[in-house]
């Protein structure tokens, strides 16, 4: 791939609206509605920040017309709008789906893009999740073949390659057909940004609303007879040489899908990716030794190299750096026994246990931990009286081999939605989603969510 006379981005348009797609196995469906809960739940508890508020109360100022549901505000606005709003909420508190191969978040942006275009287009649940298992399958694949050097140059991948990724499936979603798609998939790259530099602030949220309402307005484009480069992604100053400085002849759609061969991590904390395995060790140290936190002289992370990429290591100033600082998250989980949304507070940023703890703790690449895109960690403890402990996490919970089940998936729906839903019964709810396969109108459960949510002050 591509085939000699088709570019990458022609080649893709064409295996993204042919029946490949449909050939997804079932537990890839099933794993997009899994995913499908887990991001709807993050987006809700999102909506509550300050980030997401700001956007909408600006955005929404605007009067536009109501099309699509506004989750977690109440609210309708227009489709690209919803799309910006929404996917900011699913981002803002790090909570979302990590993709290993494609080091980001791809089932943020891309239902935050396809829910607002289904709810306006009356398109069926099967089609979401066709459209869904496209855009994984696009984003993931074009991670592998431009990671690592792509994250290394300090791109947010997640919006970079997810915008293309998106857009393809908004592509599939509307039928828009090959040469549209491809046009699309050239707009979507001129819409390709983000840089990590803005990690563990508002921004990092904006990332995924922009990726979403940018993948949104190129298909729209696309659709209307919009036209870009077929050589977007591998020509000459195409995104690959650009943004990467290599090539896209890796790129491989399918074979087997992405779905299956890497999966999806689905996040037991609310906090950056490489601190979930270190967090994992910390809270089973923590069993270990109790409350009791005098006990404890020194605490050692060893982490993999690429912690050091994405983590913050100046001392936290409010909770969205919180959010990137291992150290502040393991010593939330020696100070509390959990990390929970409810330990990202600037009280927890205060407590003088945190305080007072988080000096005692260090981070280094630990060089004998697997080359893993899980982000494997080990956490030493030195007692006061020279003994050592330690607990090693090749795989976080909710990684490739300890998934997270569908009753603690709901359960972290109920935990997310409630600071937002002003309905308690959210059972029918979370069965509906997981369902979405067999459910005619997606459009239905968009009101529905918009229903339970706790209408926006402006």
Sequence with gaps: MPQQSLSHSQAIARWAV???VRQAPAPARELAARALLDTLAVTLLGSRLAGPRILASVELASGETRQASVFG???????????????????????DDNSGPMIAHPSAP????????????NRAGAELVDAYI???EVGVGLGRALNPGLYERGWHVTEVLGVIGTTVACCRLLS????????????AVSMAAGVRQNFGTMTMGLHVGRTARDAVHATLLAEAGFESDPLSLEGKYGLARTFAATNLEMLVLGSPFELMR???IFKKYPSGAPTLAAIDASLALRARYGADLSLIAEVHCLVHRWNAMTLREEEPRDMLQAKVSLRFCVACAFVYGEVTWRQFTQATLDDPRIRSFMPRISVRIGHELPDSDEFPAEVRIVAIDGTQTA???????????????DEELSAKFRDCARPVFADESMGDAIDTILAIDRLPDVGKLCIRLEGMSIRLET
């Design 73 to 95: 505000m109440g609210c309708r606005t227009s489709v690209q709008t919803a799309a910006l709003v929404n996917g900011c909420s699913a981002h803002a508190d790090l909570f």
């Design 391 to 405: 607990e090693r996490r090749e795989v976080p919970s909710g990684g490739s081999t300890r998934p997270l089940t």
């Design 18 to 20: 042919g029946d490949a």
């Design 176 to 187: 828009l057909g090959e040469a549209r798609t491809a046009h699309a998939i050239g707009i």
């Design 262 to 264: 890497s999966g999806l």
């Design 134 to 136: 496209a855009g994984i």
């Design 110 to 121: 891309l239902f935050s893009a396809l829910l607002p275009l289904a709810q306006e287009r």
